[in-house]
């Protein structure tokens, strides 16, 4: 019965325990009912369907709206993909890249800038000098973002010292 417009309707009348005449007086004042909430709602409260009879959505938005959302699954941010290509691998000893990585981390918010802490070896905290990030452990790739926030006078001593040491024992 129900391949038919009026086997349809007649379908329709009886899910809902309403005759025929009072389903098609609701429809020609401009209602329909929603699928979800089982109510009689205006024509303008359902999204457009062209595959449909009525050109309707069988639930009104906001059945519709809370549907969808009960279904959505947001992935946790420890498991979405981050946004752009892929970081290249890590070359050992490419001072560039490492520098390049720490200021990209830098700017990502993911490492302070180093004028907002103190320095390591004095503890000097200002902006009466400049702070910097020294490579402690050396521009190794697995070493790249392993660094320590030092004043320039502290870091220039550090990098005597290490020009030092690496003259000795030459």
């Given amino acids: 019965m129900g391949q038919t417009k009026a086997g349809a309707i007649k379908v329709n009348a009886n899910k809902l325990g309403i005759s025929v005449e009072e389903y098609n007086q609701k429809v020609e004042s401009g209602l329909k009912n929603c699928f979800r909430c089982k109510q009689w709602l205006s024509l ?41 290509p892929p970081p290249s691998p890590c070359r050992d000893g490419d001072k560039r890249q490492a520098r390049a990585r720490v200021n990209h981390r830098i700017k990502a918010g993911k490492l302070p800038h180093p004028n907002s802490l103190a320095c390591v070896d004095c503890n000097h905290f200002g902006s009466d000098k400049r702070h910097e990030y020294d490579h402690y452990k050396g521009y190794a790739g697995i070493h790249h973002l392993e660094v320590e926030c030092v004043c320039t006078s502290c870091h220039g001593k550090r990098e005597k010292q290490r020009h030092d040491s690496q003259q000795a024992t030459e």
Avoid: M, Q, V, W
């Avoid at 409260?45 to 449909?52: E, G, N, P, T, V």
């Avoid at 009525?54 to 009960?70: G, L, M, V």
């Fill in 44 to 84: 303008d409260l359902f999204r457009s369907d062209k595959s449909r009879y009525d050109e309707k959505n069988p639930s009104c938005t906001k059945c519709r709206n809370a549907y969808c959302r009960s279904r959505h699954k947001s992935i946790p941010k420890e498991l979405r993909k981050p946004l752009g």
